[in-house]
Structure formats: C-alpha cells, structure tokens
C-alpha cells in the first residue's frame, strides 16, 4: 500500500546528511525503496478504488459533460449527490 513508501520516505528523511551548504540530503536507498513501492502499489490502490466505488472512477463524465443541456438532467440525476435521496 501507499503507507509502506510514506515510511521509506520518512526513513529516508531520518536517515540524511546535510551537505557543507546546509542542504539535507536524504538516503539514497531507503528513497528509492519508497519510490519503487509507490509506482508498484498505486495499481493495487486502483484496483481497491474499484473494488470500493465501481467503475464509476474510471468513467467519470468531463466538466462538459455536466454543462450540455441535452444530458444536464441525467448528470444531475445520476451523478450529482443530492440531500434528500
């Protein structure tokens, strides 16, 4: 999951040095386990999007979509959150 690249990242952070600017530099290798965690992990963060949601993520309506006065209606019906339903 996303959470295990958060705490690489922040090892890597505990774990920089600082340069003789003042700069910190953080740690090579636990910057590149989180970033290798992230890039495989985010399918899996898609997949549990689905599994919660639907297709509904992947098939969302553009912006124009919700202004065309032929379908505005149905946006409004079927898309838009309502109190009261």
Same mark, same amino acid.
């Given at each position: 999951? /996303?959470?295990?690249?958060? *705490? =690489?990242?922040?090892?890597?952070?505990?774990?920089? !040095?600082?340069? #003789?600017?003042? !700069? /910190? &530099? #953080?740690? &090579?290798?636990? !910057?590149?386990?989180?970033?290798? =965690?992230?890039?495989?992990?985010?399918?899996? @963060? =898609?997949? %549990?999007?689905? @599994? %919660?949601?639907?297709?509904? #993520?992947? !098939?969302?309506?553009? @912006?124009? @979509? *919700? *202004?065309? #006065?032929? %379908?505005?209606?149905?946006?409004?019906?079927?898309?838009? /959150?309502?109190?009261?339903?």
């Amino acid at each position: 999951m /996303q959470c295990c690249s958060v *705490f =690489h990242i922040y090892a890597s952070s505990v774990k920089s !040095t600082k340069a #003789p600017s003042g !700069t /910190q &530099i #953080p740690d &090579i290798v636990y !910057t590149n386990v989180g970033r290798y =965690h992230a890039g495989i992990n985010v399918y899996r @963060e =898609h997949e %549990i999007l689905a @599994e %919660i949601a639907g297709g509904l #993520p992947a !098939t969302l309506p553009s @912006e124009k @979509e *919700f *202004f065309n #006065p032929v %379908i505005s209606d149905f946006m409004a019906k079927y898309i838009v /959150q309502g109190w009261g339903w």
